[in-house]
């Protein structure tokens, strides 16, 4: 992973052309995701940012990624732009997308879907959307789907031991049986889809140094390209023209 | 700032449309510049005005909450429905929420909320336009877009321990919420859920679509007026089926329907407002159409040719027709149209998708549910079969010739066999004459090849109908057999479609004991045909 890139002054003088081609249906939420989840027809540049930063293998963590965002802006005194869940992409200060060709709206097969949205919550919810528990759980879980026994969030039973040690007709507090539920709990969430007629093509500035880069990402990336959700792969070339100029 | 900001020297702080990804907001903003900021465009428009403007939609929103009725259900035949003030809402919060709908204080159903939350979503917008008139509060402020003010919006972890609300900045929250309120868009109840229709369109033409609404939606303010239910409780008026004139009445035909009236509406207005209404749904072709509620999101999309009978004002005939009349032969002993019945949820269901997707899959299952077609249908057919499947017309009009001969002589066969003092006689001749039209149906679907298929046809047409398929026919007969300009599965369909169309000459069979006199009888039969191609 080499990163010294960023710490050199950005130029755009090198050109390429990055083809984006849809494998499987995309579902790329820009805003206001939760209850539907509504998609764009063509990729925002944060989302191009992150294919590009998949295939480097910039897999970062937000602590880091956020120190290393404030040096490179200190280093070249620009902001850095944030997109709409709080992803700052490294590679914006040196790669810039102009012109694009992109399916238009229009174009688009639009269509609806059930998604699992995977939540963690302190709340009652867990108990009914989870099947991963603790085996430990087993009887508990068995006599609340017979309605022996009851969860609540407020008042109940708080006592651990009642896991194994319970009544009919017992209202057991939540807090008890939460830390057996180690993951998440999943509830299918509507989820709009789009079919694009054609590949997505943009047509990208940076210097030569960043575009040799991701050419060889691009030949073999780090991991699999998506964009919007992570089912949602794409096949994604890159072809640099060294005489353009930018 | 775009780099055309910087280009023109802009150095406007200003939140730009193109912020606004989301249709719902995007709504909410087109609703704005229709008709709060005295017709001034984003750019032009400086802060406190854009703020101004926002406060204003969101109060006239809010006017427009609640409504209610000082007629008494019990003694007046007539509930005439007003909505309540602001004021009273502020003055008054037991008018905001409570078991108000049994006091026959609706919430109208432009208003995007549940009856359990509708308190939440007062209260928030009530603080969003706190905020837009308070100076110190900017408007790119990040905040919490909350379920009460954007329903699309919702918790989640993104990474977090615990489920969290969204940010938006306040600028997005106040069009969300204008969105939320607004009476000035498309809505109705649909399945016990308050609904708004929103396209998906750039806001130069969801501003255009937006006007036009306007003016269109004028024209319906008698739906306020309702009658009392016949417990002489209150009753919702006619509003909640739909915000504007010639809403359908069944939850299934909700977007369709809106293009359907609208398209009605346009094509009898006067030429500019046609030509606006023209522009407006030609907009809409192939962009989504999301109905969102509290509840739950869809959407819907439509076909250049969907959206060219709705222009023509055909659409609305269809649905109408269809809805009064079509029926599946399954239901023929309900005495009124049960729309509870997985049957018929299900043969509206498929219908709509139909309208929507008009393709060859969504036909098939529309054809799945055995039914009668009313003659309006006929258009509709026809312009599936030659501008999608792109079926040589002649063809067509020989297949329709065929399944209405057989339509026609279906019902006179079966008025003939059933005796004339049968008890409630229309609907025994209804059922009779499905009967036939079954037995062909059946025919055709399990027919191993066209000439097996057309085989079978002439021998039922011959001992169930006592006659022979007309000249007419012999297009459709001879193209399914060579197979080149229309495959066997279509031949099927395209057979089965019309011979369940219901002639405009064969009387509508109600099954309340009320029925036409038919225009000829049986005698006339032959004669008939010539003089009704000329009218089909």
């Keep these: 992973m080499n990163l010294n890139l960023l710490e050199l002054p950005p130029h755009f003088l090198t050109v390429a052309i990055l083809t984006v081609d849809a494998l499987s249906p995309l579902s790329m939420v820009a805003k206001m995701p939760g209850k539907y989840y509504r998609s764009q027809a063509a990729p925002t540049d944060d989302m191009l940012y992150g294919l590009l930063e998949n295939a480097l293998g910039w897999h970062i963590s937000e602590k880091d990624r956020n120190d290393l965002i404030k040096r490179i802006q200190k280093k070249h005194g620009k902001t850095a732009q944030a997109s709409g869940v709080g992803f700052k992409s490294l590679l914006q200060f040196h790669l810039r997308f102009g012109i694009r060709v992109e399916t238009p709206s229009e174009a688009v097969l639009r269509y609806d879907d059930y998604w699992s949205q995977h939540l963690r919550t302190g709340g009652l919810e867990f108990f009914g959307g989870s099947r991963e528990h603790d085996a430990r759980l087993i009887p508990l879980v068995n006599a609340a789907a017979e309605k022996q026994i009851s969860l609540t969030d407020s008042g109940g039973v708080r006592d651990e031991e009642a896991i194994g040690d319970f009544r009919p007709g017992d209202k057991i507090n939540f807090s008890v049986v939460r830390p057996y539920f180690p993951r998440y709990y999943v509830t299918p969430t509507p989820r709009e889809y789009v079919v694009p007629a054609t590949a997505y093509q943009y047509r990208v500035e940076t210097s030569p140094d960043v575009a040799e880069?991701?050419?060889?990402?691009?030949?073999?990336?780090?991991?699999?390209?998506?964009?919007?959700s992570n089912d949602g792969w794409v096949e994604a070339t890159w072809r640099i023209f060294p005489e353009a100029k930018g | 700032m775009t780099q055309l900001d910087?280009?023109?020297?802009?150095?406007?702080?200003?939140?730009?449309?193109?912020s606004l990804t989301h249709p719902y907001a995007r709504y909410g903003l087109a609703v704005v510049l229709a008709f709060h900021t005295d017709g001034k465009l984003l750019q032009s428009l400086n802060e406190e005005q854009l703020r101004e403007g926002l406060a204003r939609a969101l109060e006239s929103g809010l006017n427009f909450f609640r409504m209610e009725t000082k007629d008494d259900p019990q003694h007046q035949q007539e509930l005439r429905f007003r909505p309540?003030?602001?004021?009273?809402?502020?003055?008054?919060?037991?008018?905001?929420?409570?078991?108000?709908?049994?006091?026959?204080k609706y919430l109208f159903p432009s208003i995007v909320a549940s009856d359990k939350q509708v308190k939440g979503t007062f209260a928030d917008v009530e603080k969003v336009l706190a905020d837009l008139r308070d100076k110190t509060a900017r408007l790119d402020r990040m905040s919490d877009l909350k379920r009460s003010i954007a329903p699309i919006a919702g918790e989640i972890n993104n990474g977090g321990k615990e489920k969290v609300n969204q940010r938006g900045t306040l600028f997005e929250a106040a069009c969300a919420a204008v969105a939320t309120v607004t009476p000035e868009k498309p809505a109705a109840q649909f399945g016990g859920s308050n609904t708004g229709i929103f396209p998906d369109l750039d806001m130069a033409h969801l501003t255009?679509?937006?006007?036009?609404?306007?003016?269109?939606?004028?024209?319906?303010s008698n739906r306020l007026n309702g009658k009392?239910?016949?417990?002489?409780?209150?009753?919702?008026?006619?509003?909640?089926?739909?915000?504007?004139?010639d809403a359908p009445r069944d939850d299934a035909f909700g977007a369709v329907g809106l293009l359907?009236?609208?398209?009605?509406?346009?094509?009898?207005?006067?030429?500019?407002?046609?030509?606006?209404?023209?522009?407006?749904?030609?907009?809409?072709?192939?962009?989504?159409?999301?109905?969102?509620?509290?509840?739950?999101?869809s959407h819907a999309q439509f076909t250049h040719h969907v959206i060219e009978l709705a222009k023509a004002g055909s659409l609305q005939t269809i649905i109408n027709d269809f809805y009064h009349e079509a029926r599946p032969y399954a239901v023929y002993d309900e005495p009124y149209l049960r729309t509870d019945l997985p049957l018929v949820r299900h043969f509206y269901f498929a219908t709509s998708r139909f309208l929507q997707r008009f393709d060859a899959p969504a036909l098939r299952d529309f054809l799945s549910t055995r039914a009668e077609y009313p003659p309006s249908t006929d258009l509709l057919l026809g312009v599936y079969f030659m501008q999608v499947e792109n079926i040589p017309r002649h063809i067509v009009e020989s297949a329709r010739a065929l399944g209405q001969w057989?339509?026609?002589?279906?019902?006179?066969?079966?008025?003939?066999?059933?005796?004339?003092?049968?008890?409630?006689?229309?609907?025994?001749v209804r059922k009779a004459k499905a009967k036939v039209l079954v037995e062909f149906e059946s025919a055709i679907m399990s027919a191993d090849s066209p000439e097996d298929m057309l085989h079978r046809v002439s021998t039922r047409a011959g001992r169930l109908l006592q006659g022979d398929a007309p000249a007419e026919a012999t297009a459709y007969f001879d193209a399914s057999a060579v197979g080149e300009e229309i495959s066997f599965r279509t031949a099927q369909h395209l057979l089965?479609?019309?011979?369940?169309?219901?002639?405009?000459?064969?009387?509508?069979?109600?099954?309340?004991g009320t029925g036409g006199t038919p225009a000829v009888t049986a005698a006339d039969d032959d004669s008939d045909l010539a003089e009704q191609e000329t009218q089909e």
Aim: net charge negative; aromatic share 8%; glycine share 8%.
């Design chain 1, 213 to 228: 880069m991701i050419a060889d990402a691009l030949e073999d990336p780090a991991a699999p390209l998506y964009l919007g």
């Design chain 2, 6 to 18: 910087l280009a023109l020297n802009n150095t406007s702080t200003l939140p730009s449309a193109e």
């Design chain 2, 84 to 104: 309540i003030s602001l004021d009273r809402l502020r003055a008054d919060p037991g008018l905001v929420s409570g078991s108000l709908a049994s006091q026959g």
């Design chain 2, 208 to 220: 255009e679509f937006v006007r036009v609404f306007h003016q269109f939606q004028a024209e319906g």
């Design chain 2, 228 to 245: 009392p239910a016949k417990n002489g409780k209150y009753r919702r008026p006619p509003l909640h089926d739909g915000n504007y004139p």
């Design chain 2, 260 to 297: 359907a009236a609208m398209g009605y509406w346009g094509s009898r207005a006067g030429e500019t407002t046609r030509r606006e209404t023209i522009a407006a749904l030609d907009s809409l072709e192939d962009r989504p159409l999301y109905l969102i509620s509290y509840d739950g999101v």
């Design chain 2, 406 to 428: 057989i339509n026609r002589t279906a019902y006179f066969v079966a008025d003939e066999d059933t005796a004339e003092g049968t008890q409630n006689r229309p609907q025994a």
């Design chain 2, 496 to 512: 089965i479609a019309y011979l369940r169309l219901r002639t405009a000459k064969t009387p509508e069979l109600l099954p309340n």
